[in-house]
């Protein structure tokens, strides 16, 4: 089995900054793109940010310029570092990874949820 556990979600006023991780533990051969994405109360799941194994990253243009998703292959590990937080970031976020187990097929991975919430 896959796990994904996230930390680093609070309570910060606007303007602020956070930074969450996510590691993905269990019985891992590989994993290919990892992301996070976000849900605020009463609407859909928003896709922020995206980073394959190889480096390549993809923003939502909400996020743009204001937050940065980094990985760390060799823990299996990603994380978001949030920048410049509004408001609107409200949202409960969520760590994604596409992995396989030795043997096995890719298949989508999700962490609970940690909660961001940005208010004066």
């Known amino acids: 089995q896959v796990q994904l556990v996230e930390s680093g979600g609070d309570l910060v006023q606007p303007g602020g900054s956070l930074r969450l991780s996510c590691a993905a533990s269990?019985?891992?051969?590989?994993?290919?793109?990892m992301a996070w994405y976000r849900q605020a109360p009463g609407k859909q799941r928003e896709l922020v940010a995206t980073?394959?194994?190889?480096?390549?990253?993809n923003y939502a243009d909400s996020v743009k310029g204001r937050f940065t998703i980094s990985r760390d292959n060799a823990k299996n590990a990603v994380d978001l570092q949030m920048n410049s937080l509004k408001p609107d970031d409200t949202a409960v976020y969520c760590c994604?990874?596409?992995?396989?187990?030795?043997?096995?097929?890719?298949?989508?991975?999700w962490g609970q949820g940690t909660q961001v919430t940005v208010s004066s």
């Open positions: 980073v394959t194994s190889g480096g390549t990253t």
């Open positions: 269990g019985t891992i051969f590989s994993v290919d793109t």
């Open positions: 994604y990874a596409r992995a396989r187990r030795l043997g096995s097929v890719y298949t989508d991975y």
